[in-house]
């Protein structure tokens, strides 16, 4: 089997500067990661259910930096010999595994803010199972199959060979357009429904003021978060995507310093995750508290809110519906 080279071999062009932008880009992952793990199990803000999605996803990430950060510095070493009939690189296969699940937990995360807003579903824990089946099983099973091939038909480890190496490309790229395309469905989606509901709510004060409650008229924090995790996506994988694009039709010649972006952004997702998904503000409002005041907070003296949003679920459909029906009695006045 063969993987998606994410360590620099030793031998390549610009190998030492390729091995330190991958040391810096993934130690910034590890901080960012582990600054957030920390702080949720410290708040004990894993107790929310759609904190804890973001909480798995930032373990995932964390463990994709620290395998490249050893990786890059001791790759040769890292290598399991009695893994050597089955995978190509077991450091490469491992952050195969590990960047699958990645997508795969953005994409969950895409799906709760679509299932919270859009479609006003109050019991989103029931899919937690699902996620983790999805999120977990999908990469063992995309793993299992480039296992199976190497072994069954010899597939080469020759990256050069496309015919070889193109099959696993579409296995890492599909779930990464498929979770980038689900986000972007996710923003299109709840962006559309909170601006009607903040034009409904709006026309509701206008013709009840005495009824209604704060107008909001800037862009809610939900809507920047899936807009900033897009943009950050978008600018850590498109030199990858690029580089496989080069690769399919064989173009080899002044692709260097592209290669180095690519190593210099692969790692960043994590750090970018742990900022955008990580940071909500019931974590900046814990925070605030024991900045100024010096003691810890229980977890109910915060008003949570769903990935840095404005409202949380319960917030949103009261006040929703005090609005409409509000509204609607006003017209029947």
Known sequence: MSTVAFIPEPGTANYDLNVTVVTISASLSFVGCLFIIITYLWLRLTDQYHLKCIFILSVVEFCISIVFLVGSRFDETLEITWLQPYVCSSVDTLLHFLFISS?????CIAHMLLRVINYEDETIDRYFKFYNLISWGVPFLIVLALVLRHVWFNALCDPTKMGEYSIVRILFFIPLMLAWLLNMYAFFKVSKKLYKERKLHRRHIRLAPETGGPVVEETPTLVNTQRLFLVAFAVCWIWAIVLAFFGFFNIQKNINWLITINYAFTPLPGLC?????????????????????????????????????????????????????????????
């Open 273 to 333: 995750n742990s900022i955008i998904f990580g940071l909500n503000d019931a974590l900046k409002a814990r925070i605030s508290v024991l900045i100024t005041c010096c003691h810890k907070i229980a977890p109910d003296e915060v008003n949570e809110s769903l990935l840095g949003a404005r409202y949380n679920n319960e917030e949103f459909l009261l006040w929703r519906g005090n609005s409409v029906s509000d509204f609607e009695n006003h017209s029947v006045q």
């Open 103 to 107: 997508f795969m937990w953005t994409g």
